[in-house]
């Protein structure tokens, strides 16, 4: 008996969730878990089952695309532990973090590398047996940097890339090798304070609240889909060194915690929203 | 074309959302929103199901009947307005809530009556063009005073009673009359500080977080099954008077909410657990 | 005996808590609670001082201006219950909540009116006997509307004027007229999604937290000194109508905490910024 | 120039703030920071004040003795690097949250040792170069087991000790060798669910919202002062496991939150509260 994933999309169509069953039903796949949702602006259904049992993933698919209505996509993800590699530049607290979750088993990854562009987290990284290539930019032109780190990151092929506190912007040449794979932390509750120095930007407008957000990366800065968000409050007392310092622990777990929906293939990308089954 | 909600509940099995679903499909019945969960661990099905269509609600039960195991409970529910009684005391912020809730349409409910132990809420109720039924307690035994509250309660055969900060124990009889129809707001987050003063409790053992929990009353003191809760942080300058005063918008935010999932049908209970879809 | 408030501010100076204690204290006066601020950046001291004793205020003003560095303010001020107008368009929920909470005290102030450019909420207001104003904007100038409004408003005098979604900008004008005294309710986590329609905005932009913003106005739309915001998670299965909805609950609450603050004289105006002893 | 912190504490009296403040100025001691707090039902006032410049303790301390009434306790605290020694059992969480943060900087003290009833942390333990010792129970009476522990943990020293899911109950004669030195995390929102497994009771309970406690140890199990308390919401979804999983990242955030705080000389312990400043 296996464990796997059916992800299914496609535009709404009355009776999906029974042909959808039904289907797994005469393969002899017990559903441990479905949850399914209609944007019923946009008419579009999405699924996500857990089943369990003997797959013919072959057939199963022949199956639903006989039966899904045209335009649909589907997958059936195995329960194979997820490759991710890290970018990184000069703080720790959003590593530190994955490390430590994934060595006590909390994140159910491999992390493959960490990458930087300084080495000061080599020394963290290594502390967990993992592969750390730093990848200094001083001296190159960002398209020469971004040749180095796309072949420092692609060597392993990993399943996602985590810009874990990563400070330079990636160029679309970069983005389009990894499309909805790059999964990056902000440090403000965005559509707010978007580019450099959130917390200063948060601090000179005297909000009273501050947070994070992890997203993925498109082209457009901070623009991309966001997975997961989360806040904590400040007051007047909080400077702008305080107010970044108060915001790691917002940062590391927001990060981890949408790495975690990622990899468990939770997370549809949908125009420029997510739809978290 | 009519909206309604179908309620299933019975013993897991593989293949019954298929099953359901295909029976709705049969029926013409467009599935606009539909929720499931299974509890692994005692083997139940729960479905919450918002249908679409012309029904024929009793060839569809029948239908249902059929296909669904032994034990099953299902129910369909029309999109009806609720009726709902108020139980008061004396504090106003949790009847103040529903009633301009009501009056604004965010709680799509009809508040049938309010009835107090007192009449300190007789004129915000009228305000309202609510009937207010003072029905003192004084120079009467507990079963005299409870006999009059439940025929003052019972002549408008509410759906629902909730109690709004009603500050005297019901007794075994009271609440057989209506399982699982009453609602209470218990001004602490159980279960810490069951019965009396929770804020001075609250304020005795030192807590940092004081909170809200809206239930189902059983016959065990604040044992009933926990609809909502909710909580906020005080510290050492709180008073037990000022953790009461702040606690006041917690607890009409948590009955109000509770309330709403209640007249939606959201709410299932299960053992001492509730499961809402 | 008498409670009073001395609120003071000034450039930052060696010994200044020890200056003004000194001087209460040889007025006889107790100090029952007290709080200080030391913005270090800008080297401005901020200090809210509660009072008990005879006062006579004269001379602790002559006192204080002895000790205190030049461009100091200084104000005592009496515990008398603070007069507000409220402004509104058609929405209950924010207007509703201060009735209610004004009626149970747990608002501290005398709602002198309510001026509403719909008649929508008259019914509402005049509940609680307080006199409702309508002043409709149609067929009016900008101008001749503001003239109106302002003689509505004017006529009571108020402490402060709330806008408990008055959802029309006010001119320069209008502001000029109540410096720092004009409280604003905004319906999305400020800075993100200034202007019309935050809520439209917030779903496009597909975030997981949803909020409100409490603010004094300035001639800067959204641009204010932020009181208080506060939050609530939000999924993708909520319209842009669900979190208009959702969002009502946040809304009403900060709006009401922002208000206690600001009758209670806790809240200094610091550039962009608010203090908050 | 140096900084230090002075922690006052005392019955109430008309111009204690004052006469403290005074002697600082005389001692030509800058206050950066200041807060004070009066538990006016108990009559007792507290005071923190960070102070710059040239320090003479000794005469500082007399002229407060002088100043201050019979009964208060005065220390004056260097800014000196405080020393841990942690306890745990085999989760890493919380341990290696405070391994990280000690290493990046956010948390600014020195880890002594790690000692462990398991071995099963060494090897995190290691990895940022910290003593581990192992001090198995087993074939040890509970006496025997706590004089070897004692003798491990003392050779550091140190200011505080903290159980970082350290999972074995602590003799009082273990409690009274650091009074008010040891912090522990609880897995649960404080006082629901003391003792053991409190994941499963809150699962059996069927409650909403979970949490963690931070508190000094005494010898009365779980009934120590509490420093500090967080939650997150839950639903019906969640088996006691997965309470569990996603508990862990609040208590090891409570835990870090409130040995920042002690080790910042914040928390005053008050009867059976904690005064934070």
Redesign the interface.
């Known amino acids: 008996m296996e464990k796997k994933t059916l992800l299914t999309e496609c535009p709404d169509n009355?009776?999906l969730?029974?042909k959808i069953?039904?289907i797994?039903?005469k393969h002899q796949l017990?559903?441990?878990?479905?949850k399914?949702?209609?944007?019923?602006?946009k008419n579009h259904f999405f699924m996500r089952t857990e089943l369990e049992g003997y797959f013919n993933d072959e057939t199963l698919l022949a199956d639903l695309d006989r039966a899904l209505p045209t335009g649909s996509k589907r997958r059936i993800i195995s329960s194979e532990r997820k490759k991710v590699v890290i970018m990184v530049t000069k703080?720790?607290?959003c590593l530190?973090?994955i490390?430590?979750?994934t060595?006590?088993g909390?994140l159910d990854i491999e992390i493959a590398a960490v990458v930087g562009n300084y080495d000061k987290l080599q020394n963290?990284t290594e502390?967990?047996d993992v592969p750390f290539h730093h990848v200094s930019h001083e001296g190159l032109t960002r398209e020469q940097h971004e040749t180095q780190l796309l072949a420092a990151v692609q060597q392993y092929s990993p399943n996602y890339v985590v810009l874990a506190k990563y400070m330079r912007i990636l160029t679309p040449n970069f983005v389009a090798q990894f499309p909805h794979k790059i999964i990056n932390i902000h440090h403000s509750?965005?559509?707010?304070?978007i580019g450099a120095k959130p917390y200063q930007q948060a601090f000179?407008?005297?909000?009273?609240?501050i947070?994070a957000t992890a997203h993925f990366v498109t082209n457009d800065l901070d623009e991309g889909?966001?997975?997961?968000?989360?806040?904590i409050p400040v007051?007047?007392?909080f400077?702008a060194e305080e107010m970044a310092?108060s915001g790691?622990?917002v940062e590391k777990?927001v990060l981890?915690k949408a790495l975690g929906l990622v990899v468990d293939d939770r997370v549809f990308v949908?125009?420029?929203?997510?739809?978290?089954l």
Chains 1, 2, 3, 4 share one sequence.
Request: net charge negative; proline share 1%.
């Open positions: 009355m009776g969730i029974s069953t039904n797994c039903h017990n559903i441990i878990n479905n399914e949702y209609v944007d019923n602006a703080e720790a607290h530190g973090d490390l430590v979750k060595f006590d909390s963290l502390k967990f509750f965005l559509p707010a304070f000179d407008r005297g909000v009273k609240i947070g889909q966001i997975i997961t968000q989360n806040v007051d007047h007392t400077s310092k790691r622990d777990s981890s949908h125009g420029n929203r997510t739809v978290i």
